[in-house]
């Protein structure tokens, strides 16, 4: 009998050795391609040459914290599925993490197994369907919006470094107030 193909490449990082083989023998057990590292340093790299569909990243590591780890993640790879497992949940941090990385899910350690499988499992569901839409993050959309102002209004997204006050007056702020809820609407997509 053949063993299934693996359902979704995954990449695993935690400073502690323990943790990784124990989260590895876990995600294969369950026919994950898992890749695994200590350095959170080479975590984007891997994820680019694995072709990775889901990070799963501690948030407190030496050199590089999981916050800024699935920052950078959300910027160089946005369908990327950004996962964070912590020892210490405190509502600081994950309100970090879902702003700053636009994480998928926050996990306390320790974890319970079936609880973790499924949250990956959703994971990979999010991960199938941000790549079917084409689903651009909410930095792309971001940038979507400000470049549509920008035209419509030039000089709105510049700052002037020479003291000078940029003032607009209340109706063309009105104006620009009502384009960009409008552009984010249309931008936004819905689920």
Same mark, same amino acid.
């Given at each position: 009998m053949t063993e299934p193909a693996p359902r979704a490449t995954i990449v695993v990082v935690d400073d502690s050795e323990a943790i990784l083989k124990v989260l590895a023998r876990l995600l294969r057990s369950a026919h994950y391609k898992v890749v695994v590292t200590t350095n959170p340093r080479e975590a984007l790299g891997l994820v680019h040459r694995a072709k990775a569909d889901i990070l799963i990243t501690d948030v407190e590591m030496p050199g590089l914290s999981g916050l800024e780890l699935t920052a950078q993640a959300r910027d160089q790879f946005p369908d990327v599925v950004r996962i964070l497992l912590t020892g210490n949940a405190s509502v600081d941090v994950a309100v970090q993490a879902i702003n700053r990385g636009e994480v998928f899910k926050f996990v306390t350690k320790p974890w319970v197994r079936e609880e973790l499988l499924e949250i990956v499992r959703e994971a990979e569901v999010r991960r199938a369907a941000n790549r079917e839409?084409?689903?651009?993050s909410v930095a792309e959309r971001r940038k979507q919006i400000l470049a549509a102002l920008e035209l419509e209004h030039p000089? *709105?997204?510049?700052? +002037? $470094? %020479?003291?000078?006050?940029y003032r *607009?007056? +209340? %109706?063309?702020? +009105? $104006? *620009?107030?009502?384009?960009? $809820?409008a552009l984010a609407t249309f931008l936004v997509p819905t689920e």
């Open positions: 839409v084409g689903v651009p000089g *709105i997204t510049e700052v +002037a $470094r %020479d003291g000078a006050v *607009i007056g +209340a %109706d063309r702020l +009105a $104006r *620009i107030r009502r384009r960009a $809820r």
